[in-house]
C-alpha cells in the first residue's frame, strides 16, 4: 500500500510539470539512460544469468526500462522540433532510426528479447 501511495504521489508530481519541461529534458533524460545502458554493458550485475541491472545501495537499477519512456520523449520532442515537411525525407528519419536502434542493440546484449522489442515496438510507432 505504501508502494501504491508512493507511485500515486508521484504521479500526480510528474503530472502537475508543465509539458514544455519535458519537452526540454527529453534530451537530457535519454542521454542519461544511454550512458546507464553503456554502464550495465561494462560494470552491471549478473542475476540469473542476465547482465542487467545497477546496484546502488539498497536498490538495483534496470536502465533498460528507463529507456522505454526516455525514447519515447526523445522522439517526441525530435518530431516537435522537426517541420512537417521534412519528417518524411530520408536524411531526416536516419536520426530516429539511429535513437532507436542504438539502445536496442545494447539491451539486446544483457541479453533482455522482451525490452528490445519494446523499445523497436515503442520507436517504431
Request: glycine residues 8%; charged residues 10%; proline residues 6%.
Amino acid at each position: 500500500m505504501q508502494r501504491f501511495g508512493l507511485g500515486l504521489m508521484l504521479m500526480f508530481v510528474v503530472a502537475m510539470v508543465p509539458i514544455w519541461f519535458w519537452r526540454n529534458m527529453a534530451g537530457i533524460a535519454y542521454i542519461v539512460s544511454f550512458v546507464l545502458l553503456l554502464f550495465v554493458e561494462f560494470f552491471g550485475e549478473v542475476g540469473m544469468g542476465a547482465q542487467r541491472w545497477i546496484d546502488i545501495g539498497p536498490i538495483r537499477l534496470q536502465p533498460s526500462e528507463m529507456m522505454k519512456f526516455t525514447l519515447v520523449m526523445m522522439l517526441a520532442a525530435y518530431y516537435d522540433w522537426l517541420e512537417n515537411r521534412k519528417t518524411s525525407r530520408p536524411l531526416f528519419v536516419v536520426i530516429p532510426v539511429i535513437l532507436i536502434i542504438a539502445p536496442t542493440v545494447l539491451v539486446l546484449l544483457q541479453p533482455n528479447l522482451g525490452t528490445s522489442l519494446m523499445l523497436l515496438m515503442a520507436g517504431g510507432r
